[in-house]
């Protein structure tokens, strides 16, 4: 007789998206290939225009991948050489990139031991006169305690911008992220709740003067062809990349209902002691980009997931301190405590909407038979 073998549960699947909504996307396609707008033009004006909406900002102003609009930003707020911007170190590594691009130096602070968000409370012993900026992330799609950050940015006159890479529809305070700093920064990275057919970013900002500057510094420092104002870059959205936008942004609600309803399951069904879940604060209406756990013995559980045919991930074995990339600044190993906890702990559970009821239960049997799990 034949034992039935489970089908693997990756960490995430982009297969299942990708087949409801193929023949959308290809009516979509072609539309741009019989326009030949591959780069910029109205198919992402059209979602320039619908995403705003949906952040309920302004504007938006599309890119090439979210690395560049973190890049871009602090362009577009005057921060280069001989400032300094505050930026957690458990988030991936691009949030500091942007910083390192501009010719600033990133400075890192820790996170809560719960909610693994930036820790407003350690912000001010970061504070230096060269301090320009603080970058709060939106990490794993959970916002983070933007009043508390805004306030220290507000008495030191610093500029708070949001990394909302991860959080494309979350909300703080029943308000949807992208509106609540300067500008915040967007990533629309295939594997993001909002993903392209293609890499692709972008900025949102209630400011007229921000979207202009961005829309000429994304274009060669352009706004009039062979014009050229300043020093730009090639950082434009690509018309099919637009296209495919526009049509799951249609859809985006409906994914991150689901994600939510899986998170909520884990959240009411994990019920071992093994397994620490993250802290969801009242105010915050994540759409769980991923769903994060802790656990002490990570190599001995992540064999037992994958005995159970379970795959899951790691965001992020290496806290941005702590990176080869960084060494130059001198950190060392205990000055972020808590990312450091998290960086040799964390490991992402299966996370995406078109999970099946079945594989949830299995996902949740497993782990509540791992160990001598009693309860
Ligand atoms: C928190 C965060 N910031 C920035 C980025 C950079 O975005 P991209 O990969 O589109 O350049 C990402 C995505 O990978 C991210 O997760």
């Not at 991860?166 to 308000?175: D, F, L, P, S, V």
Request: glycine share 10%; with cysteine; aromatic share 10%.
């Amino acid at each position: 007789m034949k034992t039935e073998v489970a089908k693997k549960i990756n960490c995430l699947d982009l297969k299942g998206q990708h087949q409801q909504i193929k023949k959308e996307i290809f009516e979509a396609f072609e539309k741009v290939y019989e326009n030949t707008a591959f780069s910029g033009g109205p198919f992402v004006e059209e979602f320039e225009k619908g995403f705003a909406d949906f952040c309920g900002t302004k504007y938006a102003v599309g890119l090439n991948n979210g690395t560049s609009a973190l890049h871009l930003v602090m362009l577009a707020l005057g921060i280069g050489e001989g400032d300094e911007v505050i930026v957690p170190a458990n988030t991936f590594v691009a949030t500091a990139w942007g910083v390192s691009y501009s010719g600033a130096t990133p400075v890192f602070v820790d996170c809560t031991s719960d909610t693994w968000q930036i820790d407003a409370t350690k912000l001010e012993q970061k504070i230096t006169p060269k301090t320009k900026a603080i970058i709060g992330v939106h990490l794993y799609g959970q916002p983070f305690d933007i009043n508390a950050v805004a306030e220290i940015a507000k008495k030191h006159k610093l500029f708070l911008v949001e990394d909302a890479a991860q959080a494309q529809g979350a909300k703080y305070k029943n308000t949807v992220v992208g509106g609540f700093g300067e500008m915040a920064c967007f990533s629309f990275y295939p594997g993001k709740n909002l993903g392209a057919c293609g890499e692709a970013g972008g900025v949102t900002t209630n400011n007229e003067a921000y979207a202009k500057h961005l829309q000429s510094l994304r274009n060669h420092g352009s706004l009039v062809r062979y014009y050229h104002d300043e020093i730009g870059y090639n950082y434009r959205m690509g018309g099919l990349e637009g296209a495919s936008l526009s049509i799951k942004l249609k859809y985006l609600s409906g994914w991150n209902d689901r994600r939510k309803q899986i998170a909520k399951r884990y959240q009411g069904e994990i019920k071992n002691s093994a397994v620490k879940l993250q802290l969801q604060p009242e105010w915050a209406d994540s759409i769980y980009h991923l769903f994060v756990v802790t656990t002490e013995n990570r190599e001995e559980f992540i064999k037992y997931l994958n005995e159970n045919n379970i795959n899951p991930a790691l965001h992020y074995p290496v806290p941005c301190h702590l990176q080869k990339a960084y060494a130059h600044l001198g950190y060392k190993k205990g000055d972020c405590p808590n990312a450091e906890y998290l960086a040799e702990h964390c490991v992402s559970l299966p996370m995406y909407a078109e999970l099946t009821d079945e594989e949830v239960n299995r996902v949740i049997a497993v782990i509540n038979k791992y160990g001598n799990n009693k309860g």
